[in-house]
């Protein structure tokens, strides 16, 4: 199974980017890296996903290596309502996904 | 997007006694996954109940604690037996889709608290 390493937390602005970096050094050839943001008593919703390079959606950027050990999650411009836990996930390529601690992100005024 | 609603949200029980919990899907989907979340946890996986197959239960989850059914691509029960105090937390199901790439839903989940 793959693990992941993110920071336990982070603090930020309103306005700020942010950025989250996520460590998966055994990820296999054919798993996903994926971010989900959770808030309390809701189950996890997802953020992005992405298998190598860059992705971009409407929410988010996710970065991603060449040697795919690693990810970042970049949220532009957070508001006070991106407080939240963000979780790195890696796997569904193998169908074994499982979860990291997920980095607490508060986010001040 | 897959919509999944479980029954119940929450419950209280007393220990020694068990608890199913239903977790219903909107769309047929063959990969299905139950996991625990503990008070300022993690979620952990217990177990993978993908349609026509057994479940497949992680570390330290056993079928006699926590039997899983999969009667069809849109249902799914995972029981709690015999509850003690340790297993209050709150339980998810969650599917995945695979359309180009692995989408991933999670429902509401069910908060349990065993007295």
């Known amino acids: 199974l793959a693990k992941t390493t993110q920071p336990i937390s982070m603090d930020s602005y309103e306005g700020q980017e942010v950025n989250i970096t996520c460590s998966h050094n055994?990820?296999?050839?054919?798993?996903?890296i994926t971010w989900y943001q959770q808030f309390p008593s809701q189950g996890p919703r997802f953020i992005i996903q992405g298998y190598k390079t860059k992705v971009t959606n409407e929410v988010a950027s996710l970065f991603i290596p060449a040697d795919r050990k690693s990810s970042t999650l970049s949220l532009p411009r957070v508001s006070l309502s991106d407080t939240a836990v963000y979780y790195c996930l890696v796997g569904l390529g193998s169908y074994i996904p499982t979860f990291g601690r997920g980095t607490s992100l508060i986010v001040h005024p | 997007s897959a919509v999944i609603s479980q029954k119940p949200s929450r419950d209280i029980c007393q220990r020694g006694t068990s608890l199913t919990i239903q977790c219903q899907v909107d769309?047929?989907?063959?990969?299905m996954f139950w996991y625990r979340q503990q008070p300022g946890q993690s979620l952990t996986l217990i177990a993978t109940a993908n349609q026509g197959s057994e479940a497949t239960y992680e570390s330290g989850f056993v079928i006699d604690k926590f039997p899983i059914s999969r009667p069809n691509l849109t249902f799914s029960t995972l029981t709690v037996s015999n509850m003690s105090p340790e297993d209050s937390s709150i339980y998810l199901c969650?599917?995945?889709?695979?359309?180009?790439?692995?989408?991933?839903?999670f429902g509401p989940g069910t908060r349990l608290t065993v007295t």
């Open positions: 055994n990820i296999a050839t054919n798993d996903y």
């Open positions: 769309s047929q989907v063959t990969m």
């Open positions: 969650s599917v995945v889709w695979v359309r180009g790439q692995y989408e991933q839903y």
